[in-house]
């Protein structure tokens, strides 16, 4: 199981591993606020798709295809993301403020679709 909580907002420590997928560190909390299990930088879109994104709910569709494409080429971080939630569950970690269309909201819905593919 997989779910989504935006760093900034989050007051409860559950259980869970936290990964944060963001690629950069979220601006001003320091690491021993945040303290996720991981920071997944790798995993985070390339710096070009993120600006060219820019959180756009317009573009979101587009965003969603070009990361998919680029997550294939990510087999190491996403087979380690699914040994982690096949022991407990993980929880994405991500700075945006929008938090219908960010890169944990495609991350989640990207392993959902290959897992029931599988």
């Known amino acids: ?9 989050e007051k409860r420590r559950s259980g869970g591993y936290r990964v944060l997928v963001d690629h950069l560190w979220p601006r001003g909390l320091k690491k021993e606020v945040v303290k996720p299990d991981l920071w997944l930088r790798d995993i985070a879109p390339s710096s070009g798709l993120r600006q060219w994104f820019g959180h756009n709910p317009d573009r979101w569709a587009e965003f969603k295809q070009r990361y998919f494409q680029e997550l294939k080429g990510r087999k190491e971080e996403i087979d380690f993301i699914r040994d982690r939630e096949r022991q407990k569950k993980v929880i994405f970690l ?17 392993l959902e679709k290959k897992k029931r593919r599988v």
């Open 1 to 9: 199981m997989i779910e989504l909580r935006r760093v900034y907002d």
């Open 94 to 110: 991500y700075g945006a403020r929008d938090t219908e269309h960010n890169n944990a909201v495609a991350l989640k819905e990207y």
